[in-house]
């Protein structure tokens, strides 16, 4: 047994059980420092990081870490600790504490890291159970609220069928290699490709692309904002890290082109067109999240190592951003009566100078502005696409993106420069929520100008 | 020297930090003007010590960047460049002068403004497709606020419709610019967004089609050529005064520069193979931008279709193939910039003396802003291109080349020139002339109006002096071109 | 066509079928029933697989499989619960609070 | 240093009245121009005696590369140019000098500006007139241009003054870009834009280009000399003070294009063709003119048509290749034309500018000898009576008319008989029979002050001598010209029947000039509206561009282009709408989509090939 | 005689399968399922997964159908009626989709070639455990880590919040 590359889970797992046996015997007064306590749980998974010797297989070889997936786990656990202590302000102010919130999104985020490095399905299964149960929960954990429950229990009942053709792709697989290892397999089977199909389908469920999204916007709307902000970006990393993990596996068969052009091609325009007609910022936002995942699709269209180093690159910058973003929304969901609707945002210049601004550095972020990060991502994808000869699909990417500008524009406008009608008690911005804050708007503007901090380290 | 240059680039921006750091108003302006004259001062140094006669790009800095991405950072500066600087650096201290009244939020607004400078003064010194980008996206997010915020009653839409358009034409570009640097890399197995790496290739036939066709549809929504052309009228009807003569005189140059620098040395064969198709947008331009000027009442719409029609005169001259066409382009460039930004100015003060840029609330005021009559109409002359002011070197220039090689286009873009006479001496007779058919109670308001203040008069002559001095004097400017177009021309 | 093959195919219809419950099932319960439906189909084409190539992994998904279809069933039903205590007992049709 | 001097006084004169005119006051304004234009004229004498010996040039500066070649810009004084200064000074400081009169009024109103504006005219006249090379003509060119439109509008509180001086600006322009190619075309065909250098290689170079290149410069006289077809500004340009309309559009701006011809006169001789063209055009303006003016009774009007005519004549005569004929036309024309636009300025001042219509007035011999006198020398040098100074001039056109085609001396002819008609029908009627003002304003009109009255005189005494001149000037231009007696006598036939017409309708009474123009009516309407050109322009051609423009605007731009562009927005949103529809919140009907899409998905996978 | 248990077997799962998508009151559904696991527990007992067979019998017919009994006792029956049965509309739209489905996936299943392992299995049950414990003890933790979490999770959500 090769302990030495659980270490990070094995770190993660210890702080989960010692915020687990502290929570059983604390009670609710000690809410903030469990929360906080778990918010450095990561921090410490992080730094264990560097003592793992990679790459190494262990564990029969279900297990594996390579410098990407130590990568992705990083990006991961720095995600998680922003948006811990991103939680704890929100949940009090609205009344709903619960001091199970600490360890739960580490469970998912121990999910998340074990999905990195899993190269069985088995492992791949579970740790996205793992994942996705703690998930349900956080989303609809939220006191005395019905829409988060409604949320939770859509979310659960698409991630049930999600499961149950993630497993059912695993057993074609398992049919046609004999393995659930996962391994080369060369040769035209049509159970291969149907295995390849329902595997697609359910990880693209979790990805939120379209056809398989309609969770998406309900369980984001539905579900606690800061919950929200973590849905949005803490899996989508370890997703993305783990496709193109598959990638490897798949991509020699010519539906997998086809496969990812047509579910990238409709995440993109269906998600950019529906966004339009939203009324609530956060649905808005949430249907940029499904957007943006047609966007990543095309990094995982063919081996390309141009593609994939900046679909990662942009994926974690993604991350971060739409962390920053929701947690704009949840200081401004602390005030009395505020909801997401796009009115209540009219004249947010005005009240709150500072968390107007970043929302709109993070809302051009998306945009794909430079200086910020998630240009720079784009520009690789550009680039990418172009060195596979994939014109048409960067064509559709150019578009998409210009499609996209005028729903992010709305909110600017709205916020900016538009007075507001309604006035809001102001809101106070916690420690933690500062926190993540400037660390995400710092990250998404100093690697828009330095990509190659980040970039270089994703070796593929 | 070097050093200079990247001072001139940044200054402003350590200015913007500041000014938006120091919520104080005086502080705020004192620090714009003086931050841009020092920038203007800087660039007239490296302006005056710019050896015209060598080949190539002078005070080069070139650092790495980012290695892994072959992004350094590359500036530097050729003879269309330095002149650019020159005109953008001016513009911009009559700009902030001019602004010495602003009592709206004054700190972001000069704050946005040298934002806006450094990245004008960035896109054209840049070497580096990637920092170029990247300044040429940064003017977008200043400008949208400009116009945003400070703008008139239909700011939001004008600023969302400038910002989706002028976005709309740059992600062109930077599938442009990704698909000859993958080219490059493809080629020599070395990545660079360098420009002058990228000068030394011949590219195939096809790949220069489409990235002319890419660039070219980023640059010519920058510019605006025809047909993609109607942001323009609404981003400046709606913009603030400052906001325009900033986008008339120095945005809208961006894309001509653009060709300039990139489409013509890049993709040469290409743009020969689209000449017939840029001159007949451009002479389309021309003319019809002029019967749109003409059809207006109200006079910055006016005044921005006549932009239109000028940027029509200079891709004409870009892509006429000629040295003197393209120095007469050049020239052009820097000759609108200070017409345009003259002529925004007047609109601007009128609209703030009269509080209405329509021609029929408006007349008759010759006699009582004698000092506006008199620089509005040397601001239109220079627009017009009136010998002994800049534009007429220009047009001769540009239509003396393309007569060479397209003499027929060459005269009837000619048409140009009687065209914008006849819409800029209509404005201004329906402006400033005709009081007879003034009512009573307008005639007793404009008995009361203020003519020009000092730092109104300062901002025109800062303009309408280059603009006479390039006019009379144009023998220095022209030469500082001829090296840029000479490599431009490939030879 | 052998017998696993054709154990296979009642899987499939298993799986379909599990998918037909949760379109056209009106009560939530049904609806996760219909769930554990589809997880019965995966089961039983694990084991079938299993046959045909003669291996034992199938089984051991199977079983983890046993084990993920508990978990999910046991929030499911948690939020069935609560559901019920929030709004009183709502239908599946009725949970469309959250919509566009 | 001196010839430059010549160009720079007026410069400076503008320049100083243009910044400080405010502050020094009216009278020192026009103090400043009188001096600036004085000292021009002297100088200007002095370089003649020079020029007429020795042509020399001055290099100014290098104005810009063009290619390989420079562009110097630099002064030519050559005998045509600096006779033509001379004249040009002279004419300009006298106009300058009865100004002060005419305008004394106005004092006090920003009046300087008129002297700033005249001042800067100068300037730009003697920089056509002395530059040597075309680009520096170009300057003038455009500077006489802009000089004319801000004097044209100068009473620019009126809707008509500023209309006619837009319309002035515009037919200018079109001329002057027709002239600008021409400069380009000559530019590709010689190399070079000096006009010395140009007459050098003038016979090496492809004819017909060079006809296309002479075709188009002189398409810029024609919009500077008001010819057919770009004329209908020159009598609206009226709408400006007298001295202006003395000045630019009789005596000097007008004639520039004249001017300009001859002096590019080696091109044009190389050119048969272009020639053909010019004198078509002059002659048709010529006879064009001169009946339009036989209809007018607008004080100035019929002056400024008569101006049109005696300018298509000198066109005429450049065309038929007689230069100097044309050239000394010019400048006898410049005194008399001057002459003639002074004593109606005059009359107009006498009534405080508030009578333009000559049958208002009437009888003013009584009351304003002087400018009688000066009106009678003027009509009688213009109608071509001997011994003044239009006869000799004149008569050197006529007969080189008649010396090339029998068909062109009778147009001229009828032309010189219009002219003595229409001229004297408008000095009968100013200064003969009843005095129709009465009643209309306070006071008796009165004698205009002196310092009207000098320049008047000091021109007529040009108009009556300048004739005798001829043989001199013929000289300097190295042309020998004799009096052909038999054309001599026919036109002064001519003359004198048109005059004798006139004074028998309306001094005699013998017809009764309202009922023949009633019963001639047709002809009349057509006379009066210039062939309808006038009207073409205005409605058809202004009135249809702005028209066409609105349409164009509210159509193409607004509807198609911007209207297509607004429409993505709606577009995209109803697009979005349309894809909602699917997220409504069912559970099922969630899992439905997602069974079909799979479906598809399922069905493209397993079948796609 | 194989395929006869098969007929019998499949017949049984097939009615049991209508019983749970049509019956109108869910605890009729929940007991068509209740037969359902064990016409698959007999079908895994026919593949010879044993081991399997009695887990899905302890955890299905034990486990999660205690599960659903015990939330439908908790619920009031009179307002559920209202939500008894299945929509007629999807079904409709539904049936088809899955038809073709079904096609689909009979065709891939039927075409594709399956590998073959070889493995002569002697004792399943010992076979399984030993692979559980060996290759999958690491999932198995990570299972029994989602069982946690699941508990804890529905502890959460249907305690009484005060």
């Known amino acids: ?408 524009l709305r909110v600017i406008v709205l916020m900016f420069l538009e007075e507001g009608e309604r006035r809001f008690p102001p809101a106070r911005v916690s420690v933690g929520e500062a926190l993540t804050l400037l660390l995400c708007s710092f990250l998404v503007l100093l690697l828009g100008v330095f990509p190659h901090l980040l970039y270089d380290l994703i070796r593929l | 020297m070097e050093l200079l240059l990247n001072l001139a680039i940044f200054l402003p921006l350590v200015g913007a930090v500041a000014v938006a750091l120091v919520r104080k108003e005086k502080f705020a302006k004192v ?25 190539g790009f002078q005070y080069i800095t070139r650092l790495e960047w980012i290695p892994s991405l072959g992004i350094s950072y590359h500036v530097g500066v050729d003879g269309m460049a330095i002149s650019l600087l020159l005109m953008t650096a001016l513009v911009f201290v009559s700009a902030f002068l001019w602004s010495w009244k602003v009592e709206d939020r004054p700190n972001l607004y000069f704050a946005l403004f040298l934002l806006l400078e450094t990245a004008c003064l960035g896109v054209f010194s840049a070497l580096d497709f990637f920092l170029f980008y990247l300044f040429w996206e940064g003017m977008l997010i200043p400008m949208y606020f400009i116009i945003g915020l400070w703008g008139h009653d239909r700011k939001v839409y004008a600023a969302n419709k400038f910002f989706v358009y002028t976005f709309f034409g740059s992600v062109f570009l930077l599938l442009g610019l990704a698909s000859i640097v993958v080219y490059g890399y493809m080629m020599t197995g070395k990545l660079s967004f360098d420009y002058t790496f990228h000068l030394g290739f011949s590219y195939p036939l096809m790949l220069q089609i489409a990235g002319f066709l890419l660039f070219g549809l980023g640059f010519a929504v920058k510019i605006p050529m025809w047909p993609v052309h109607t942001w323009l009228p609404d981003a400046h009807v709606e913009a603030p005064t400052a906001g325009s003569v900033i986008l008339a005189a120095v945005l809208l140059k961006m894309g001509t520069f653009g060709f300039v620098r990139y489409s013509l040395p890049l993709f040469p064969e290409a743009s020969k193979h689209f000449i017939p198709l840029i001159f007949f947008l451009s002479v389309v331009a021309i003319i019809y931008a002029a019967m749109m000027a003409i059809a207006q009442t109200h006079i910055k719409r006016l005044i921005a279709y006549s932009s239109i029609s000028h940027m029509g005169v200079v891709t004409l001259g870009t892509f006429a193939m000629d040295l003197n066409a393209l120095n007469g382009a050049i020239y052009m460039m820097v000759a609108h910039g200070l017409s345009s930004g003259a002529l925004f100015m007047s609109a601007g003060f009128i609209y703030d003396r009269v509080h209405s840029y329509h021609m029929e609330d408006l007349g008759g005021l010759a006699r009582y802003v004698p000092k506006l009559a008199v620089l509005f109409m040397l601001s239109g002359l220079a627009g017009i291109g009136f010998p002994g002011l800049a534009g007429f070197v220009a047009e001769f220039l540009v239509f003396l080349g393309t007569y060479k090689n397209f003499p027929l286009w060459a005269f009837v873009a000619g048409v140009g020139v009687v065209l914008s006479a006849v819409y800029f001496l209509y404005m201004y007779k329906r402006v400033m002339f005709e009081e007879e058919t003034l009512s009573e109670y307008r005639l007793e308001k404009w008995k009361h109006l203020k003519d020009l203040e000092t730092h109104h008069t300062l901002s025109f002559l800062l303009l309408i002096v280059l603009a006479f001095l390039m006019g009379l004097y144009p023998y220095p400017f022209v030469k500082i071109l001829e090296q840029t177009s000479k490599y431009v021309l490939g030879g | 066509m052998t017998i696993e093959k054709a154990y296979m195919l009642i899987s499939i219809f298993l799986f379909l079928s599990g998918l037909l419950g949760v379109i056209i099932r009106k009560n939530l319960i049904t609806l996760l029933i219909s769930t554990e439906l589809m997880l019965n189909g995966v089961n039983l084409a694990l084991v079938s697989v299993d046959r045909i190539v003669g291996g034992i992994e199938g089984q051991v998904f199977a079983l983890f499989i046993l084990a993920v279809a508990a978990s999910e069933v046991a929030v499911g039903l948690g939020l069935i619960v609560a559901l019920f205590r929030l709004r009183g007992y709502e239908g599946s049709s009725e949970i469309t609070h959250l919509r566009d | ?389 239009g006869f000799w001039s004149k008569d050197l056109i006529i007969a080189t008319a008649y010396h090339v085609s029998f068909l062109w001396g009778v147009l001229t002819s009828v032309v010189s008989f219009l002219t003595a008609y229409y001229i ?174 799979f479906l598809l998905l399922l069905a493209l996978t397993l079948l796609w090939r | 005689m194989e395929w006869l248990i098969f007929g019998f077997l499949s017949t049984w799962a097939v009615l049991s399968v209508l019983g749970v998508l049509f019956l109108k009151n869910p605890i009729h559904a929940l007991l068509s399922f209740v037969s359902l696991i064990l016409a698959v527990a007999g079908m895994f007992l026919h593949l010879r997964a044993e081991l399997l067979a009695g887990l899905q019998l302890i955890i299905y017919a034990v486990a999660i159908v205690v599960f659903y009994v015990l939330v439908i006792t908790t619920i009031p029956w009179e307002k559920v009626k209202r939500f008894e049965g299945f929509y007629k509309r999807e079904f409709l739209a539904g049936f088809p989709i899955l038809l073709v489905s079904f096609a689909l996936f009979a065709y891939a299943i039927l075409k594709g070639s399956f590998a073959k392992v070889g493995l002569e299995v002697k004792d399943n049950v010992k076979e399984v455990s030993k692979s559980l414990f060996t290759t999958y003890l690491f999932p198995l933790e990570v299972a029994s880590v989602i069982l946690l979490t699941a508990m804890i999770g529905a502890i959460l959500l249907g305690r009484k919040e005060e």
């Open chain 4, 424 to 597: 004297f029908r408008e000095g009968f009627v100013l200064f003969h029979g009843e005095e129709r003002f009465r009643g209309r304003q306070e006071g008796e009109p009165h004698e205009s002050p002196g310092v009207m009255v000098v320049p008047m005189v000091l021109l007529a005494v040009m108009a009556v001598v300048a004739g005798f001149f001829e043989g001199w000037y013929g000289g300097v231009l190295g042309v020998k010209k004799e009096l052909h007696l038999d054309i001599a006598l026919l036109s002064t036939f001519v003359a004198l029947s048109g005059i004798g017409i006139a004074y028998l309708v309306y001094v005699r009474g013998f017809v009764d000039p309202h009922r023949v123009y009633e019963s001639l009516k047709p002809l009349h309407t057509t006379f009066r509206e210039q062939f309808f050109t006038e009207r073409l322009y205005h409605n058809v051609l202004a009135g249809g561009y702005l028209f066409y423009s609105k349409i164009l605007y509210m159509t193409a731009e607004r509807q198609l282009i911007d209207g297509l562009v607004n429409l993505t927005y709606p577009t995209v949103r109803s697009t979005g709408s349309l894809f909602r529809t699917l997220q409504r919140g069912k559970l099922n009907f969630y899992v439905l989509s997602l069974s079909f899409s």
């Open chain 2, 31 to 55: 620090v714009s003007i003086s931050l841009s004259s020092l920038v203007f001062f800087m660039v007239l140094y490296l302006f005056l010590n710019f050896n015209w006669q060598a080949q």
């Open chain 1, 1 to 408: 047994m090769n302990w030495n590359i659980l270490i990070p889970e094995l770190t993660l797992s210890l702080g989960i059980l010692l915020v687990f046996i502290l929570d059983l015997f604390a009670s609710k007064k000690h809410y903030r420092t469990l929360l906080y306590m778990s918010a450095l749980v990561p921090v410490f998974s992080l730094l264990s990081l560097f003592l793992v010797q990679h790459p190494a297989k262990g564990f029969f070889d279900l297990f594996e870490v390579s410098a990407v997936n130590l990568l992705g786990k990083a990006v991961l656990y720095v995600l998680t600790s922003l948006s811990l202590f991103a939680m704890q302000d929100y949940y009090e102010k609205k009344g709903s504490v619960y001091t199970e919130l600490s360890y739960i999104p580490l469970v998912a985020t121990l999910g998340l890291s074990l999905l990195m490095s899993s190269a069985n399905l088995v492992l791949t299964l579970l740790s996205l159970e793992l994942a996705s149960i703690s998930m349900y929960l956080l989303v609809s954990l939220f006191r005395e609220e019905y829409l988060s429950k409604e949320a939770g229990f859509k979310y659960l009942l698409m991630g049930a069928v999600a499961t149950s053709m993630f497993s059912l792709g695993s057993a074609f697989y398992y049919a046609s290699t004999g393995s659930l290892f996962l391994k080369e397999y060369r040769d035209e089977n049509s159970l291969f490709t149907l295995s390849l199909l329902l595997i697609l389908s359910a990880l693209a469920l979790k990805a939120s692309a379209v056809p398989f999204h309609f969770w998406t916007p309900d369980a984001y709307e539905g579900a606690p904002t800061p919950v929200t902000g973590y849905l949005s970006s803490a899996p989508k990393v370890a997703l993305y890290f783990f496709f193109v993990q598959l990638l490897t596996y798949f991509h020699h068969l010519k539906q997998w082109l086809l496969l990812l052009a047509v579910l990238s091609l409709l995440s993109m325009f269906y998600a950019n067109a529906v966004a339009y007609v939203q009324r609530s910022v956060k649905r808005l936002l949430a249907y940029s999240t499904i957007a943006h995942a047609g966007y990543f699709l095309l990094g995982i269209a063919t081996v390309e190592s141009t593609l994939q180093r900046a679909l990662l690159f942009y994926v974690s910058l993604y991350a971060f951003a739409s962390l920053g973003s929701f947690v704009i929304m949840s200081v401004l969901e602390k005030k009395e009566g505020f909801s997401h609707h796009l009115l209540d945002y009219k004249g947010l210049y005005k009240e709150h100078p500072v968390l107007a601004s970043l929302f709109a550095l993070f809302l051009f972020a998306f945009i794909g502005i430079p200086p910020m990060a998630l240009f720079v991502g784009k520009l690789g994808l550009f680039m990418g696409l172009v060195e596979t000869l994939l014109l048409p699909l960067a064509f559709a990417f150019v578009l998409a993106s210009i499609l996209s500008a005028g729903y992010y």
């Open chain 4, 1 to 389: 240093m001196e010839a430059l001097a010549i160009l720079l006084s007026p410069l400076i004169a503008f320049l100083l009245i243009g910044l400080f005119g405010s502050r020094m006051g009216d009278m020192a304004s026009a103090v400043l121009c009188i001096l600036g234009g004085a000292f021009s004229f002297l100088l200007s004498l002095w370089t003649t005696s020079k020029a007429l010996s020795e042509p020399f040039a001055v290099k100014l500066y290098d104005f810009m590369p063009i290619g390989n070649y420079t562009l110097t810009l630099g002064l030519y004084f050559d005998a045509l140019s600096s006779i033509t200064t001379s004249v040009v000074t002279f004419v300009a400081t006298l106009i300058f000098v009865y100004s002060v009169g005419y305008m004394k009024e106005l004092f006090g109103q920003w009046t300087f500006k008129f002297y700033a504006y005249l001042s800067l005219f100068l300037f730009a006249m003697l920089l056509i007139v002395l530059s040597d090379n075309l680009l520096g003509i170009f300057f003038g060119w455009e500077g006489v241009g802009l000089a004319s439109y801000l004097l044209i509008g100068y009473f620019h509180t009126q809707k008509k003054a500023s209309n006619a001086s837009l319309e002035a600006f515009t037919l200018n322009r079109v001329g002057d870009w027709l002239f600008l190619f021409g400069i380009i075309a000559t530019f590709y065909l010689f190399g070079t834009l000096s006009i010395t250098e140009i007459f050098g290689k003038v016979q090496a170079v492809d004819k017909a280009l060079l006809g296309l290149a002479c075709l188009l410069l002189f398409g810029g006289a024609v919009g500077k000399s008001g010819q057919l077809p770009l004329h209908t500004w020159l009598p609206n340009a009226m709408a400006g003070p007298t001295p202006v309309s003395a000045l630019l559009h009789a005596a000097t701006m007008v004639a520039a294009g004249v001017y300009m011809v001859a002096r590019l006169y080696p091109m044009f001789e190389n050119s048969p063709q272009s020639l053909k063209v010019v004198a078509l055009i002059g002659g048709l303006t010529a006879l064009f003119a001169a009946l339009a003016a036989t209809s007018h009774t607008d004080i100035k009007k019929i002056i400024a048509f008569s101006t049109m005519s005696q300018l298509g004549l000198m066109f005429l005569a450049l065309g038929l290749g007689d230069k100097m004929g044309a050239m000394f036309h010019l400048t006898t024309h410049a005194f008399f034309k001057a002459l003639l636009f002074l004593s109606a300025g005059s009359v107009i001042h006498a009534f405080h500018h508030h009578l333009y219509e000559i049958y208002e007035a009437g009888g003013l011999k009584r009351y304003m000898p002087a400018t009688y006198a000066s009106f009678l020398v003027g009509a009688l040098a213009l109608a071509g009576v001997f011994p003044l100074s």
